[in-house]
């Protein structure tokens, strides 16, 4: 098993100056390579570069089951239905029924309680074959292994799209925004979850950093290929012909014990009522849009510098 890395310009704007925020080896089965992340010095958007190529991140998600977030969250499955209800809610709000695509859902829990919702028809679409039979144990979604781009689901069909923890993940995150934005009905939903790199910077980096035992761990670059913040998700979704709705702070994954989960709850009310109040958010970016009637078509990555 060899390791394969490549250096890539900016996804939102196509520019190739950048500075470098990070960087750290990583090894797997012998092979080591060293990965960078850096913040595009035109639209700002924080991106890892050098990073694996598409066909060695696989691997990692294959192989590395000690050191990737999909390991410890996705594949274990041994995380509270709860934190998807308040998303749930909201996007009952805005669109009761129809059809909803989970893209990415890993090994369903979202799937499980949207199917347990009872509000939508569901579907998943995996590339991970574990993870997706899992998905199929777990829901009464029709679930593809496949990428979205070869999975066989109609243009123009679906009421709902949610990404979530997956936009990061991605090698090319605007394309695959072009082929949700064709998914969607008109004014159809987008739903998101990623992590907040300004929120990591500030664990990082802030007063308490004295109690983190590693710098920069939750970056992940063998697996994250993106680090938004508020602004760069939103002109990446804006960029793609997509209007934000509303932005929150994400519902914890609720793993460690009771006192653990309980002390996240606590953590996320704060939290929010400080986004809600100042502006600051500290905490993982959920974020509601839906396709904008005002783009005709997706424009990334111009004008480049
Ligand atoms: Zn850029």
Same mark, same amino acid.
């Given at each position: 098993?060899?390791?394969?890395?490549?250096?890539?310009?900016?996804?939102?704007?196509?520019?190739?100056?950048?500075?470098?925020?990070?960087?750290?080896?990583y090894e797997l089965?012998?092979?080591?390579?060293?990965?960078?992340?850096?913040?595009?010095?035109?639209?700002?958007?924080?991106?890892?570069?050098?990073?694996?190529?598409?066909?060695?991140?696989?691997?990692?998600?294959?192989?590395?089951?000690?050191?990737?977030?999909?390991?410890?969250?996705?594949?274990?499955?041994?995380?509270?239905?709860?934190?998807?209800?308040? /998303?749930?809610?909201? %996007?009952? +709000?805005?669109?009761?029924?129809?059809?909803?695509? !989970? @893209? #990415?859902?890993?090994?369903?829990?979202?799937?499980?309680?949207?199917?347990?919702?009872?509000?939508?028809?569901?579907?998943?679409?995996?590339?991970?074959?574990?993870?997706a039979e899992s998905?199929?144990?777990?829901?009464?979604?029709?679930?593809?292994?496949?990428?979205?781009?070869?999975?066989?689901?109609?243009?123009?069909?679906?009421?709902?799209?949610?990404?979530?923890?997956?936009?990061?993940?991605?090698?090319?995150?605007?394309?695959?925004?072009?082929?949700?934005?064709?998914?969607?009905?008109?004014?159809?939903?987008?739903?998101?979850?990623?992590?907040?790199?300004?929120?990591?910077?500030?664990?990082?980096?802030?007063?308490?950093?004295?109690?983190?035992?590693?710098?920069?761990?939750?970056?992940?670059?063998?697996?994250?290929?993106?680090?938004?913040?508020?602004?760069? /998700?939103?002109?990446? %979704?804006? +960029?793609?012909?997509f209007e934000v709705?509303?932005? !929150? @702070? #994400?519902?914890?994954?609720?793993?460690?014990?009771?006192?653990?989960?309980?002390?996240?709850?606590?953590?996320?009310?704060?939290?929010?009522?400080?986004?809600?109040?100042?502006?600051?958010?500290?905490?993982?970016?959920?974020?509601?849009?839906?396709?904008?009637?005002?783009?005709?078509?997706?424009?990334?990555?111009?004008?480049?510098?």
């Open positions: 098993m060899q390791l394969q890395t490549e250096g890539v310009p900016c996804n939102l704007c196509g520019a190739s100056s950048y500075q470098k925020v990070s960087s750290e080896t089965n012998g092979s080591r390579v060293s990965l960078g992340v850096v913040r595009c010095n035109h639209c700002k958007l924080v991106y890892t570069n050098p990073r694996l190529t598409q066909d060695s991140t696989f691997l990692v998600y294959e192989h590395d089951t000690a050191h990737t977030i999909s390991s410890n969250y996705c594949w274990a499955g041994d995380h509270s239905q709860a934190r998807f209800v308040p /998303l749930i809610r909201r %996007l009952h +709000k805005l669109s009761p029924t129809g059809k909803l695509l !989970d @893209v #990415g859902c890993g090994s369903g829990d979202f799937l499980r309680a949207a199917s347990q919702s009872g509000n939508w028809d569901s579907v998943g679409v995996e590339p991970i074959e574990n993870a998905a199929r144990s777990v829901s009464d979604a029709e679930v593809h292994t496949s990428v979205l781009e070869k999975a066989p689901i109609s243009p123009n069909s679906m009421d709902i799209v949610t990404m979530l923890g997956v936009l990061e993940h991605l090698h090319d995150p605007a394309d695959t925004l072009s082929t949700v934005r064709q998914l969607l009905k008109p004014s159809g939903l987008l739903a998101i979850y990623v992590p907040n790199f300004n929120y990591l910077r500030v664990k990082d980096t802030g007063p308490l950093c004295f109690l983190r035992r590693r710098r920069w761990s939750d970056l992940h670059p063998q697996e994250h290929q993106f680090h938004f913040t508020v602004n760069t /998700l939103h002109a990446l %979704l804006q +960029k793609g012909g709705l509303r932005t !929150d @702070v #994400g519902q914890p994954f609720a793993v460690g014990n009771a006192v653990v989960r309980n002390l996240k709850r606590g953590f996320h009310v704060g939290v929010q009522a400080l986004w809600r109040q100042t502006g600051v958010h500290l905490g993982g970016l959920e974020v509601i849009a839906r396709v904008s009637d005002c783009v005709a078509s997706p424009s990334y990555r111009t004008p480049a510098a």
